[in-house]
């Protein structure tokens, strides 16, 4: 049965906490996360990694939010503070922060997804939520959870499981799964070495979203179990999901088929450099999936208040053009070349320099004459002037860390710039 009711669906979000994992290390995307955890890095021109779960909850009507956080957290904790402490706290509503909590062994971490929920109980508890909606923090997408709920309601169902096809050659990374005609969910490994692939479709497998609801009583019953079990490794993926499925709980999958902001459906796990970069110039065509710009499905973020984005000399013949690129508050940008390129905020490019496929992270300063070819510029880099990056591949890997898709990424410390405080992102290093 398909509910639409959006009064109904209204009462569900209405009674739902939604957790929003965000303490995971993030170690594939290496000196990406060296200061900062994976859903407070910089996306899409203005936007952080978090801010996708966190405004698709407040488009959804879920306005009662908990983010769990581990690693390196002050840059993620002060954008939150920042730019998430707008909602109506008389009514109930809030965005609220849980630190590890180290309550179960003082000397340890989260073993796992589960566990750090399993650690955050009792504040969960506080809330008297109905329903539990369990997301990734690091995940870029824009997804109605209403539309979900109402369909776990509507299936009786203990979890829901959102899911999508993703190419079988990629599937290893994820929670792959097999259901029935009626969307039951039959079988379910996490990141399996050999992903079954879908019936009918040799070249895709169903995978896991990491997005998850359960109804909350049950959630609470499975992670008090799984606690007690020595050989758990206490993770949803690995542990919680393929018990309920191989006891016959009402485990029902959720195929994330539409988005509201569009007609495909857009979801990325930016978990590895080439992943994020990708996923960055993706928004800069003419008509991309992901859609910045809808009024129909903001994304909200924190930006500190600055200059419009301004253009010295350009009109020349050789300089002075910028196409299939996006500019952000207070650049700076000087007579040059800038092509399919993306600048965060306080990116100055001087004169003279010839920018392709070049994603600058904030508070980048490129110097005169460089010519820069598929490379990530992390926070505060100051590129020297006459530098040349993204020609000699050989050259790029002995500087800088190239990937395997021929992707550049620089750093400071691989500059020999000191780790200085960056006021616009609020932290030392690449914050």
């Not at 065509?285 to 350009?314: C, H, M, S, V």
Request: hydrophobic share 40%.
């Amino acid at each position: 049965m398909s509910i639409k009711s959006s009064r109904f669906v209204s009462r569900l979000t209405r009674g739902t906490l939604a957790l929003v994992l965000a303490g995971g290390r993030g170690t594939r995307l290496k000196m990406l996360t060296d200061w900062r955890a994976k859903p407070a890095i910089p996306f899409g021109g203005k936007f952080r990694i978090i801010d996708f779960p966190l405004s698709n909850c407040i488009n959804s009507g879920i306005d009662q939010i908990c983010v769990l956080t581990q690693y390196k957290s002050h840059s993620l904790i002060r954008h939150i503070m920042r730019g998430w402490n707008t909602l109506n706290v008389q009514r109930g509503d809030f965005v609220e922060l849980i630190p590890a909590q180290q309550w179960v062994e003082e000397e340890s971490w989260f073993a796992g997804t589960a566990d750090a929920v399993y650690q955050s109980l009792d504040i969960i508890e506080s809330h008297h939520p109905e329903y539990i909606v369990i997301l990734a923090g690091d995940h870029v997408y824009q997804m109605d959870y209403g539309e979900m709920l109402a369909a776990h309601v509507s299936a009786k169902a203990d979890i829901t499981i959102a899911c999508l096809a993703v190419p079988l050659a990629e599937a290893r990374e994820f929670g792959v799964m097999t259901v029935d005609a009626e969307c039951s969910v039959i079988d379910f490994v996490e990141k399996p070495e050999n992903p079954v692939p879908m019936p009918g479709q040799s070249d895709d497998a169903l995978a896991s979203m990491g997005v998850y609801i359960f109804s909350y009583d049950y959630l609470a019953e499975q992670l008090q179990r799984d606690a007690a079990l020595a050989d758990s490794s206490h993770d949803f993926g690995k542990d919680i999901i393929p018990y309920a499925v191989k006891h016959q709980h009402q485990v029902h999958a959720y195929p994330f088929n539409e988005q509201v902001a569009g007609e495909n459906a857009y979801w990325r796990d930016v978990g590895t450099i080439d992943a994020f970069y990708k996923a960055n110039m993706e928004v800069l065509g003419p008509n991309p999936a992901l859609d910045l710009y809808t009024p129909r499905w903001r994304i909200w973020t924190y930006q500190e208040q600055l200059p419009p984005a301004k253009f010295i000399g350009f009109g020349g013949e050789q300089y002075g053009i910028a196409e299939n690129t996006m500019v952000s508050g207070g650049c700076v940008i000087h007579e040059s070349h800038i092509e399919h390129s993306l600048l965060f905020s306080n990116v100055t490019v001087d004169k003279h320099c010839d920018c392709r496929e070049v994603l600058a992270l904030p508070d980048c300063t490129i110097g005169t004459r460089s010519r820069l070819r598929r490379v990530l510029l992390d926070n505060g880099c100051t590129v020297p002037p006459d530098t040349v990056i993204g020609e000699d591949p050989k050259r790029d890997a002995e500087r800088f860390h190239r990937t395997d898709e021929g992707v550049v990424v620089v750093n400071r410390e691989m500059l020999g710039q000191s780790r200085r405080y960056l006021p616009s992102v609020g932290m030392p290093a690449s914050g």
